[in-house]
């Protein structure tokens, strides 16, 4: 079946703007998760969605970033105000519920965000 | 806490020739171990995973993983590099007892295959 899509591919937006970044996971899954990706960093923990429990927002760099899942399938991640450190590329991935937390992240390709 | 580390930001090797790509972890109680990959302008691919039994895990490509629970370690291995393995390598780990939590990811680790 399909995999992980994230909208836009690319987003260049000027210091200051808000800007919202999709993704849509592999029809059941239940987990949802946001990383950022920024060169020589890794990959950062932003933000996790597990079915309808509270997401766990601990790894979110500061409260211009918000996150929401809808209807338990479709995620959008905001950020508000961006700065120019906001500029990386940001991962969306999906896998299946906990089962014990064994089962592999499938990732996005993934939007790389810009900020002029 | 859990955490990931990729000791070499770099691996170069010769085609044909056997590479290793490292990964030490730590956690507090015991861990699922994951290997990813990631191509140029690509997202990040599944590679091959540690959860229970044998300490060698086989995996795609050709690769293969060794968990040395002592060493707190999980070596990505492949007996004969191709050109086309050049890429970045991730190691993620989570820890058992903390099922309902995302992968740690490190640094990763760009592998450079010559002809």
């Known amino acids: 079946g399909a995999g992980v899509s994230q909208s836009p591919s690319n987003k260049v937006t000027e210091k200051g703007k808000d800007v919202e970044l999709r993704c849509d996971p592999i029809?059941?899954?239940?987990?949802l998760y946001w990383y950022r990706q920024s060169l020589g960093q890794g990959l950062e923990f932003l933000i996790y969605?597990?079915?309808?429990?509270?997401?766990?927002k601990s790894g979110l760099p500061s409260d211009r970033f918000s996150a929401e899942r809808t209807g338990g399938s479709v995620s959008t991640l905001t950020i508000q105000r961006t700065q120019q450190e906001d500029s990386a590329v940001y991962l969306c991935?999906?896998?299946?519920?906990?089962?014990?937390?064994?089962?592999?992240?499938?990732f996005g390709p993934g939007t790389r965000l810009t900020v002029t | 806490a859990q955490s990931v580390a990729q000791p070499e930001d770099q691996v170069n090797v010769a085609e044909g020739n056997p590479l290793t790509v490292k990964c030490t972890y730590s956690v507090s109680g015991n861990p699922y171990l994951f290997w990813y990959v990631q191509y140029p302008n690509r997202g990040l691919q599944f590679l091959l995973k540690?959860?229970?039994?044998?300490?060698l895990v086989k995996g795609s490509y050709g690769f293969e993983a060794e968990f040395n629970k002592s060493q707190t370690s999980f070596h990505l291995k492949k007996p004969s590099a191709l050109v086309s393995d050049s890429a970045l390598y991730f190691c993620a780990v989570r820890e058992r007892e903390q099922a309902g939590t995302a992968l740690i990811f490190g640094k990763g680790t760009t592998l450079s295959v010559s002809s």
């Open positions: 991935a999906s896998s299946f519920g906990l089962a014990g937390g064994t089962y592999e992240q499938y």
């Open positions: 540690y959860i229970t039994g044998d300490n």
């Open positions: 969605f597990q079915g309808n429990s509270a997401p766990d």
């Open positions: 029809s059941g899954h239940t987990a």
